[in-house]
Nanobody, 130 residues
């Protein structure tokens, strides 16, 4: 059972930056697609970004393109979400997720679906004040 632990959340003013980290409990992580999702109060969980094992496939939701970057450090079993130019609408609980064996459906849009992912972290709160 893979365990994912997020950190780095907090309170920041609009226009500020935060870097979230997600560390996996095993080295098999290095072959997984890793993703970040977020859930704002009263809303459904939504896809933010995902990255494959060699960082050759990276996808973002439109609302964060140009502001967020995703990266991974295989030596540390860790994936990062660098969030810049934060807006109040970015306020949410951010969770990381792992996909162990992505298939065709995953690469053609399934990566944005919460149903595609096998493991989830507990989440970290990000609050952006105006």
């Amino acid at each position: 059972q893979v365990q994912l632990v997020e950190s780095g959340g907090g309170l920041v003013q609009a226009g500020g930056s935060l870097r979230l980290s997600c560390t996996a409990s095993e080295r098999a992580f290095n072959s997984y697609f890793m993703a970040w999702f977020r859930q704002a109060p009263g809303k459904e969980r939504e896809f933010v970004a995902t990255i494959n094992w060699d960082s050759g496939n990276i996808y973002f939701t439109d609302s964060v393109k140009g502001r967020f970057t995703i990266s991974r450090d295989s030596a540390k079993n860790t994936v990062y979400l660098q969030m810049n130019s934060l807006k109040p609408e970015d306020t949410a609980v951010y969770s990381c997720a792992a996909k162990t064996r992505p298939g065709y459906a995953f690469y053609t849009g399934g990566y944005a679906s919460i149903r595609e992912y096998d493991y989830w972290g507990q989440g970290t709160q990000v609050t952006v004040s105006s």
